[in-house]
C-alpha cells in the first residue's frame, strides 16, 4: 500500500462525527483491526525486502570476489567480465553504491516511514476512547450537569 493511500484512509477515518459519538465508540475496534492488518502486511513487506537486499548484497560480494560462476552470473543478471579490478576493501562500497542496493535500500527507508505513521494511528486509534469520553463530559458541563 502507497504512503498516501494510507494517509487518504486516515483523512477519512480520523473524523469524529460530534452528534453521533455512540457509533464512533463502537467503530474504534474495527479501525483498529483495520490499521493493524495495514500495519502487519508493511512489515511483512519490510521483511521480504530486507531479505531481498541481504541476498543481493551476497551475490555482489561473491561477483567482486570473482567466485561466481558463467551461469550463476547470467542468472544474476551480472556482467561476465567485469570492467576493472575492486580491492578487497573496497568491496562494501562497491556494493552499497550499486544501483538496485540503493534502489531497495530506498524502499527500505520508505517502509520505515509507514510502518512508523501507521503505529502513530494506532496510537491515536487506542486514545480515541478518551476523546470521545471527554467530549461527552464538555457536552455535560455545557448542559449543567
Known amino acids: 500500500m502507497m504512503l498516501e493511500d494510507i494517509e487518504k484512509e486516515w483523512a ?11 457509533r464512533e465508540s463502537l467503530n474504534i475496534p474495527k479501525l483498529h483491526s483495520k490499521y493493524w492488518n495495514i500495519l502487519v502486511n508493511e512489515k511483512l513487506v519490510m521483511l521480504k525486502l530486507k531479505n531481498k537486499l541481504e541476498n543481493r548484497e551476497y551475490i555482489l560480494e561473491q561477483f567482486f570476489n570473482k567466485t561466481l ?3 550463476e552470473l547470467q542468472e544474476h543478471k551480472l556482467p561476465i567480465v567485469q570492467d576493472k579490478k575492486v580491492m578487497k576493501t573496497d568491496i562494501p562500497k562497491a556494493i552499497a553504491n550499486t ?6 535500500k530506498t ?3 520508505v517502509q ?3 510502518i512508523d505513521f501507521i503505529d502513530s494511528i494506532l496510537k491515536q486509534v487506542q486514545n ?5 469520553r471527554d467530549a461527552i463530559e ?8
Not at 544501483?99 to 531497495?104: A, E, K, L, N, R
Not at 480515541?128 to 470521545?132: A, E, H, L
Open 12 to 22: 477519512k477515518d480520523v473524523v469524529l462525527d460530534p452528534l453521533r459519538l455512540d
Open 128 to 132: 480515541r476512547n478518551w476523546v470521545i
Open 112 to 114: 520505515h516511514v509507514k
Open 138 to 145: 464538555w457536552r455535560k458541563f455545557e448542559n449543567g450537569a
Open 69 to 71: 560462476t558463467t551461469e
Open 107 to 109: 524502499k527500505i527507508g
Open 99 to 104: 544501483p538496485d542496493i540503493i534502489d531497495t
